[in-house]
Protein backbone atom coordinates (compact mmCIF):
# COMPACT_ATOMS: atom_id res chain seq x y z
CA UNK A 1 0.00 0.00 0.00
CA UNK A 2 2.82 2.14 0.98
CA UNK A 3 4.38 1.55 -2.14
CA UNK A 4 1.73 2.36 -4.44
CA UNK A 5 1.00 5.89 -2.61
CA UNK A 6 4.73 6.57 -2.63
CA UNK A 7 4.69 5.47 -6.99
CA UNK A 8 1.80 7.94 -6.72
CA UNK A 9 3.26 10.63 -5.58
CA UNK A 10 6.53 10.18 -7.69
CA UNK A 11 4.40 10.26 -10.71
CA UNK A 12 2.35 13.67 -9.63
CA UNK A 13 5.70 15.40 -8.84
CA UNK A 14 7.16 14.35 -12.79
CA UNK A 15 4.10 15.64 -13.99
CA UNK A 16 4.18 18.72 -12.16
CA UNK A 17 7.69 19.19 -12.43
CA UNK A 18 7.33 18.76 -17.04
CA UNK A 19 4.51 21.60 -16.75
CA UNK A 20 6.08 23.71 -14.04
CA UNK A 21 8.45 26.89 -15.99
CA UNK A 22 11.84 26.63 -16.11
CA UNK A 23 13.62 28.12 -14.03
CA UNK A 24 16.25 31.17 -15.31
CA UNK A 25 19.42 30.58 -14.60
CA UNK A 26 21.70 33.24 -12.71
CA UNK A 27 23.00 35.53 -15.54
CA UNK A 28 26.87 35.86 -15.82
CA UNK A 29 26.40 40.04 -15.91
CA UNK A 30 24.35 42.43 -14.69
CA UNK A 31 24.81 45.29 -16.32
CA UNK A 32 23.55 48.34 -14.30
CA UNK A 33 21.92 51.47 -17.14
CA UNK A 34 22.08 54.59 -15.86
CA UNK A 35 19.83 57.34 -17.48
CA UNK A 36 17.89 60.90 -16.09
CA UNK A 37 14.61 60.21 -18.34
CA UNK A 38 11.36 59.84 -16.07
CA UNK A 39 10.65 55.94 -16.05
CA UNK A 40 7.11 56.97 -17.16
CA UNK A 41 8.39 58.45 -20.18
CA UNK A 42 8.13 57.21 -23.85
CA UNK A 43 11.93 57.83 -24.46
CA UNK A 44 12.47 55.19 -20.82
CA UNK A 45 9.77 52.92 -22.22
CA UNK A 46 10.46 52.50 -26.23
CA UNK A 47 13.82 52.79 -26.52
CA UNK A 48 16.09 51.91 -23.41
CA UNK A 49 13.69 49.45 -21.85
CA UNK A 50 13.55 47.78 -25.37
CA UNK A 51 17.17 47.54 -25.50
CA UNK A 52 17.41 46.30 -22.37
CA UNK A 53 15.19 43.34 -23.19
CA UNK A 54 16.90 42.88 -26.43
CA UNK A 55 20.30 42.21 -24.75
CA UNK A 56 18.82 40.02 -22.61
CA UNK A 57 16.95 38.00 -25.36
CA UNK A 58 19.84 37.74 -27.51
CA UNK A 59 22.00 36.72 -24.65
CA UNK A 60 19.54 34.13 -23.45
CA UNK A 61 19.74 35.42 -19.80
CA UNK A 62 23.43 35.66 -19.73
CA UNK A 63 23.28 39.32 -19.76
CA UNK A 64 20.76 40.89 -17.08
CA UNK A 65 20.07 45.30 -17.82
CA UNK A 66 18.82 46.79 -14.38
CA UNK A 67 17.33 50.63 -15.54
CA UNK A 68 18.16 53.47 -13.47
CA UNK A 69 15.81 56.47 -14.90
CA UNK A 70 14.93 59.43 -13.44
CA UNK A 71 19.06 60.26 -12.52
CA UNK A 72 18.58 57.52 -9.27
CA UNK A 73 22.94 56.41 -10.12
CA UNK A 74 24.09 60.24 -10.87
CA UNK A 75 22.81 63.36 -11.86
CA UNK A 76 22.61 64.50 -15.22
CA UNK A 77 25.84 66.20 -15.45
CA UNK A 78 27.82 63.33 -13.98
CA UNK A 79 26.01 60.57 -16.34
CA UNK A 80 29.08 60.20 -18.75
CA UNK A 81 32.00 60.14 -16.09
CA UNK A 82 29.70 57.78 -13.92
CA UNK A 83 30.09 55.11 -16.61
CA UNK A 84 33.74 56.20 -17.52
CA UNK A 85 34.06 55.15 -13.36
CA UNK A 86 32.12 52.17 -13.06
CA UNK A 87 29.73 54.08 -10.93
CA UNK A 88 27.41 52.52 -13.40
CA UNK A 89 27.68 50.14 -16.62
CA UNK A 90 26.11 52.07 -19.52
CA UNK A 91 24.56 54.96 -19.68
CA UNK A 92 22.16 57.08 -22.37
CA UNK A 93 23.19 61.05 -21.90
CA UNK A 94 23.62 64.26 -24.00
CA UNK A 95 27.14 65.06 -24.34
CA UNK A 96 27.00 68.53 -23.69
CA UNK A 97 25.65 68.13 -20.25
CA UNK A 98 30.11 67.43 -19.86
CA UNK A 99 30.78 70.94 -21.28
CA UNK A 100 34.27 71.16 -23.34
CA UNK A 101 34.49 67.66 -23.96
CA UNK A 102 32.68 66.78 -27.07
CA UNK A 103 33.05 69.85 -29.18
CA UNK A 104 33.18 68.10 -32.68
CA UNK A 105 30.37 65.74 -31.63
CA UNK A 106 28.61 68.87 -30.75
CA UNK A 107 28.86 70.39 -33.90
CA UNK A 108 25.75 68.07 -35.04
CA UNK A 109 23.73 71.03 -32.52
CA UNK A 110 24.27 73.95 -34.81
CA UNK A 111 21.49 75.55 -36.57
CA UNK A 112 20.12 73.32 -40.29
CA UNK A 113 22.38 70.18 -39.66
CA UNK A 114 19.34 68.37 -38.64
CA UNK A 115 16.10 67.95 -40.09
CA UNK A 116 14.43 65.58 -38.14
CA UNK A 117 15.54 62.70 -35.24
CA UNK A 118 16.04 60.32 -38.04
CA UNK A 119 18.53 62.87 -40.27
CA UNK A 120 20.47 63.90 -37.45
CA UNK A 121 20.73 60.24 -36.08
CA UNK A 122 21.93 59.62 -39.16
CA UNK A 123 23.96 62.44 -39.43
CA UNK A 124 25.93 61.90 -36.21
CA UNK A 125 26.12 57.89 -35.88
CA UNK A 126 27.85 58.34 -39.48
CA UNK A 127 30.11 60.89 -37.70
CA UNK A 128 31.13 58.60 -35.28
CA UNK A 129 31.44 55.92 -37.76
CA UNK A 130 33.68 57.17 -40.33
CA UNK A 131 35.81 58.35 -37.55
CA UNK A 132 35.06 62.18 -37.57
CA UNK A 133 34.69 62.44 -34.15
CA UNK A 134 35.24 59.30 -32.52
CA UNK A 135 38.23 60.10 -30.45
CA UNK A 136 36.24 62.17 -28.44
CA UNK A 137 34.55 58.70 -26.95
CA UNK A 138 38.20 57.23 -25.88
CA UNK A 139 37.22 57.03 -21.79
CA UNK A 140 33.97 54.86 -22.58
CA UNK A 141 32.96 52.05 -25.10
CA UNK A 142 29.82 54.13 -27.44
CA UNK A 143 26.73 51.40 -28.44
CA UNK A 144 24.58 54.08 -30.29
CA UNK A 145 24.68 58.06 -31.20
CA UNK A 146 21.68 59.47 -31.84
CA UNK A 147 19.39 63.20 -31.59
CA UNK A 148 15.91 64.53 -30.67
CA UNK A 149 14.16 65.88 -33.51
CA UNK A 150 14.23 70.26 -34.44
CA UNK A 151 14.01 71.90 -30.69
CA UNK A 152 12.04 75.11 -30.07
CA UNK A 153 11.27 77.83 -27.81
CA UNK A 154 8.68 77.39 -25.25
CA UNK A 155 7.63 80.22 -23.14
CA UNK A 156 5.40 81.08 -19.86
CA UNK A 157 4.27 83.93 -20.47
CA UNK A 158 5.08 85.77 -24.07
CA UNK A 159 4.81 84.52 -27.18
CA UNK A 160 7.96 84.92 -29.43
CA UNK A 161 8.02 86.09 -32.85
CA UNK A 162 11.16 87.67 -33.52
CA UNK A 163 14.45 87.54 -31.47
CA UNK A 164 13.42 91.35 -30.32
CA UNK A 165 11.10 89.63 -28.14
CA UNK A 166 13.85 87.15 -26.04
CA UNK A 167 15.47 90.46 -25.02
CA UNK A 168 15.60 89.52 -21.43
CA UNK A 169 14.11 86.27 -21.37
CA UNK A 170 15.76 83.74 -18.96
CA UNK A 171 15.25 80.26 -21.32
CA UNK A 172 17.28 77.21 -20.43
CA UNK A 173 19.56 76.04 -22.63
CA UNK A 174 20.81 72.61 -22.72
CA UNK A 175 24.30 72.73 -23.46
CA UNK A 176 26.87 76.07 -24.30
CA UNK A 177 26.37 75.88 -28.37
CA UNK A 178 22.59 76.19 -27.98
CA UNK A 179 23.39 79.38 -25.50
CA UNK A 180 25.50 80.76 -28.05
CA UNK A 181 22.73 80.91 -30.34
CA UNK A 182 20.24 82.55 -27.46
CA UNK A 183 22.63 84.96 -26.44
CA UNK A 184 23.40 86.52 -29.81
CA UNK A 185 19.22 86.50 -30.11
CA UNK A 186 19.21 88.40 -27.10
CA UNK A 187 17.89 86.27 -24.17
CA UNK A 188 19.69 85.49 -20.90
CA UNK A 189 20.47 81.36 -20.89
CA UNK A 190 20.26 79.59 -18.03
CA UNK A 191 21.88 76.36 -17.92
CA UNK A 192 20.16 73.50 -16.62
CA UNK A 193 19.14 70.05 -17.62
CA UNK A 194 16.29 69.13 -18.95
CA UNK A 195 14.73 67.53 -15.53
CA UNK A 196 15.15 70.92 -13.68
CA UNK A 197 12.98 72.73 -16.40
CA UNK A 198 10.16 71.86 -14.56
CA UNK A 199 10.54 73.54 -11.01
CA UNK A 200 12.40 75.95 -12.75
CA UNK A 201 9.66 77.35 -14.65
CA UNK A 202 7.01 76.85 -11.86
CA UNK A 203 9.11 78.75 -9.84
CA UNK A 204 9.52 81.92 -11.90
CA UNK A 205 13.40 81.04 -12.11
CA UNK A 206 13.31 80.91 -16.05
CA UNK A 207 10.82 82.37 -18.55
CA UNK A 208 10.90 79.54 -20.62
CA UNK A 209 12.92 76.60 -22.14
CA UNK A 210 14.38 75.62 -25.71
CA UNK A 211 13.21 71.65 -25.88
CA UNK A 212 11.90 69.60 -29.00
CA UNK A 213 8.29 69.01 -28.53
CA UNK A 214 9.30 65.31 -27.19
CA UNK A 215 10.39 66.99 -24.63
CA UNK A 216 7.66 68.89 -23.52
CA UNK A 217 5.83 65.48 -22.96
CA UNK A 218 8.74 63.45 -21.32
CA UNK A 219 9.45 66.64 -18.64
CA UNK A 220 5.57 68.08 -18.86
CA UNK A 221 6.48 71.54 -19.47
CA UNK A 222 3.26 72.12 -21.75
CA UNK A 223 1.61 71.84 -18.47
CA UNK A 224 3.55 75.32 -18.12
CA UNK A 225 4.70 76.63 -20.72
CA UNK A 226 1.73 77.85 -23.59
CA UNK A 227 3.32 79.83 -26.18
CA UNK A 228 5.57 78.03 -28.38
CA UNK A 229 7.76 79.20 -31.01
CA UNK A 230 8.96 77.39 -33.99
CA UNK A 231 12.38 78.21 -36.16
CA UNK A 232 12.35 75.12 -38.15
CA UNK A 233 16.08 74.19 -38.01
CA UNK A 234 17.32 76.49 -35.13
CA UNK A 235 18.86 73.45 -33.15
CA UNK A 236 19.22 69.45 -32.36
CA UNK A 237 20.87 67.67 -29.44
CA UNK A 238 23.58 65.07 -29.38
CA UNK A 239 22.89 62.15 -27.15
CA UNK A 240 24.93 59.00 -26.42
CA UNK A 241 24.64 55.43 -25.09
CA UNK A 242 27.71 54.20 -24.16
CA UNK A 243 29.50 51.73 -21.99
CA UNK A 244 32.23 50.73 -19.31
CA UNK A 245 35.41 49.96 -21.59
CA UNK A 246 36.39 47.38 -19.18
CA UNK A 247 33.34 45.62 -18.66
CA UNK A 248 32.73 45.12 -22.47
CA UNK A 249 36.45 43.72 -22.85
CA UNK A 250 36.34 41.20 -19.98
CA UNK A 251 33.06 39.82 -21.53
CA UNK A 252 33.44 36.78 -23.33
CA UNK A 253 33.24 36.96 -27.66
CA UNK A 254 29.57 35.55 -27.62
CA UNK A 255 28.76 38.56 -25.82
CA UNK A 256 30.17 40.96 -26.69
CA UNK A 257 28.86 39.82 -30.11
CA UNK A 258 25.84 40.32 -28.01
CA UNK A 259 26.27 43.83 -27.19
CA UNK A 260 27.62 44.76 -30.60
CA UNK A 261 24.40 43.40 -31.82
CA UNK A 262 22.86 46.13 -30.43
CA UNK A 263 24.95 48.79 -31.42
CA UNK A 264 25.40 51.08 -34.55
CA UNK A 265 23.06 52.56 -37.20
CA UNK A 266 20.02 50.28 -36.78
CA UNK A 267 19.71 51.43 -32.66
CA UNK A 268 19.99 54.98 -33.39
CA UNK A 269 17.43 54.64 -36.65
CA UNK A 270 15.68 53.19 -33.39
CA UNK A 271 15.28 55.66 -31.05
CA UNK A 272 15.60 58.45 -33.53
CA UNK A 273 12.01 56.98 -34.86
CA UNK A 274 11.06 56.84 -31.20
CA UNK A 275 11.67 60.36 -30.57
CA UNK A 276 9.69 61.71 -34.25
CA UNK A 277 6.75 59.92 -33.13
CA UNK A 278 6.74 61.69 -29.43
CA UNK A 279 7.62 64.79 -31.42
CA UNK A 280 4.09 64.67 -32.99
CA UNK A 281 2.46 63.71 -30.14
CA UNK A 282 3.41 66.42 -27.68
CA UNK A 283 2.85 69.18 -30.51
CA UNK A 284 -0.65 67.94 -30.77
CA UNK A 285 -0.65 67.72 -27.07
CA UNK A 286 -0.08 71.27 -27.28
CA UNK A 287 -2.86 72.18 -29.56
CA UNK A 288 -5.64 70.55 -27.92
CA UNK A 289 -4.66 72.49 -25.10
CA UNK A 290 -5.28 75.68 -26.68
CA UNK A 291 -2.12 76.75 -27.23
CA UNK A 292 -0.32 79.29 -29.20
CA UNK A 293 2.02 77.67 -31.69
CA UNK A 294 3.85 80.08 -33.91
CA UNK A 295 6.20 78.77 -36.87
CA UNK A 296 8.58 81.47 -37.99
CA UNK A 297 8.27 81.98 -41.70
CA UNK A 298 11.48 80.14 -43.38
CA UNK A 299 12.50 79.22 -40.38
CA UNK A 300 16.87 79.76 -39.65
CA UNK A 301 16.59 81.25 -43.39
CA UNK A 302 14.04 84.31 -42.22
CA UNK A 303 16.05 87.47 -42.41
CA UNK A 304 15.40 88.61 -38.97
CA UNK A 305 16.56 85.26 -37.42
CA UNK A 306 19.74 84.13 -39.95
CA UNK A 307 22.31 86.86 -39.12
CA UNK A 308 22.93 85.87 -35.20
CA UNK A 309 22.51 82.15 -36.11
CA UNK A 310 24.92 82.77 -38.59
CA UNK A 311 27.17 84.49 -37.04
CA UNK A 312 26.87 81.61 -34.16
CA UNK A 313 28.03 78.86 -36.44
CA UNK A 314 30.88 80.86 -37.37
CA UNK A 315 31.87 81.66 -33.77
CA UNK A 316 31.60 78.25 -32.84
CA UNK A 317 33.82 76.94 -35.49
CA UNK A 318 36.68 79.11 -35.66
CA UNK A 319 36.78 78.92 -31.59
CA UNK A 320 37.51 74.97 -32.70
CA UNK A 321 39.55 75.69 -35.44
CA UNK A 322 41.83 77.72 -33.02
CA UNK A 323 42.31 75.14 -30.82
CA UNK A 324 43.36 73.18 -34.17
CA UNK A 325 40.29 70.69 -34.40
CA UNK A 326 38.82 70.36 -37.57
CA UNK A 327 35.66 71.64 -36.95
CA UNK A 328 35.06 73.39 -40.83
CA UNK A 329 35.61 69.41 -41.99
CA UNK A 330 33.24 68.10 -39.60
CA UNK A 331 30.78 70.25 -40.42
CA UNK A 332 31.00 70.23 -43.95
CA UNK A 333 30.68 66.55 -43.98
CA UNK A 334 27.74 66.79 -41.56
CA UNK A 335 25.93 69.23 -43.69
CA UNK A 336 26.31 66.26 -46.87
CA UNK A 337 25.15 63.58 -44.34
CA UNK A 338 21.95 65.69 -43.70
CA UNK A 339 21.35 65.96 -47.55
CA UNK A 340 21.55 62.02 -47.87
CA UNK A 341 20.22 60.60 -44.95
CA UNK A 342 16.74 60.02 -44.63
CA UNK A 343 14.29 62.67 -42.95
Known sequence: ???????ATL???????????????????????????PAVSGVHKD???????????????????????S??????PAQYDAVANRIADVTATVQGYTANRFPLTQIVELPGVAKSAVNGSCVIQSLY???????????THPLFLFTHGQGHIHTKDKLVKTPEDLEGLRIRRPTPVVAELLE????????????????????GVIDG????????????LNELTPHHTEVGGLYTLAFVVTMNKDVYRRMPKDLQQVIDKNSGADWANTAAKVYDAIDVKGRKQAEELGHEVYTVEGGIENPEWKPVLTKATEDYLNKLEKKRLPAKTVYSRALELSESCPI
Not at 129 to 139: A, T, W
Open 47 to 69: IFQVWADNVEKDSNGRIKVDIYP
Open 11 to 37: ALCTAIGLHAPAVAADAEYTLRFSHFW
Open 184 to 203: GLGSKPVGMPAPNSYQSVQR
Open 129 to 139: DEGLINKEYNK
Open 209 to 220: VTLPWEGQVSFR
Open 1 to 7: MKKNIMK
Open 71 to 76: STLAKP
